[in-house]
């Protein structure tokens, strides 16, 4: 079956790098995404990467696949007070349309 | 590019009252849409998937009845709570996929409605 996990919280000093991990169970994954949730609002898109490949990099984000051990993550160089908020990492499947969200990881910067 | 609109953002209702969200895609095309449900501190339940020109498609356990989606254009879908009770309370959120170009296409999401039932 399909399920993502993540771990709940992260806590980082301003300036520090984050980095926020996701597992997944279904080797057939074809996309994983990464989006954010600030307090109240949708979800922004941040980054994607396909399953053929073992990393990708935009700006301060850093995505780093381990297809082997379905080990997904998200470094976020020299973070923000606005990076705080709920990251959440998703898959698709070949074939389909639908996301599989994580669990979401609190990530809160604290100066 | 690739905004989703979702409106109300806020809405407060009686019991037995019947509520409808809307979800429009501003700049793009979007045959598909979501909608999922999000309750305090957890993740997105994907509730249905909205066709434009079709019927939706529901997970297993929404109750299509209680929650009826329409998809009529391209830019927009609507979620009606029929006769909506407290235990409806809940965040709820759209999302809709662009359907130009080639490659991957990934869901955009509306900033979410927040229902209250008293």
């Known amino acids: 079956g399909e399920d993502v996990e993540q771990s709940l919280f992260l806590s980082v000093r301003e300036g520090d790098s984050s980095v926020i991990n996701c597992t997944y169970t279904?080797?057939?994954?074809?996309?994983l995404y990464w989006y954010k949730q600030e307090p109240g609002a949708g979800l922004q898109l941040l980054t994607y990467?396909?399953?053929?490949?073992d990393m990708k990099q935009d700006q301060r984000l850093t995505v780093l696949l381990n297809k082997k051990d379905k080990h997904l993550s998200l470094r976020i160089a020299d973070t923000q007070t606005g990076d705080s908020a709920i990251y959440f990492c998703?898959?698709?499947?070949?074939?389909?349309?639908?996301?599989?969200f994580g669990t979401g990881t609190r990530l809160q910067v604290f100066p | 590019g690739a905004v989703v609109s979702q409106h109300p953002s806020w809405v407060i209702c009686k019991s037995g009252t019947s509520v409808k969200i809307e979800c429009r895609s501003l700049?793009?095309?979007?045959?598909?849409m979501f909608w999922y449900r999000q309750f305090p501190k957890q993740s997105l339940m994907l509730m249905a998937t909205?066709?434009?020109?079709?019927?939706?498609?529901?997970e297993q356990g929404v109750e299509k009845d209680k929650f009826l989606i329409n998809h009529a254009s391209l830019t927009l879908s609507t979620l009606t709570v029929t006769s909506a009770h407290p235990e409806d309370s809940s965040f709820y959120i759209c999302?809709?996929?662009?359907?130009?170009?080639?490659?991957?296409?990934?869901?955009?999401f509306g900033d979410g409605t927040r229902l209250s039932i008293l």
């Open positions: 999302s809709a996929r662009d359907v130009r170009g080639r490659g991957v296409q990934p869901q955009h």
């Open positions: 279904d080797s057939s994954s074809t996309y």
């Open positions: 990467i396909f399953s053929n490949m």
């Open positions: 998703a898959e698709t499947m070949y074939n389909t349309d639908k996301l599989i």
């Open positions: 700049d793009f095309q979007a045959t598909t």
């Open positions: 909205s066709n434009e020109g079709s019927k939706a498609t529901y």
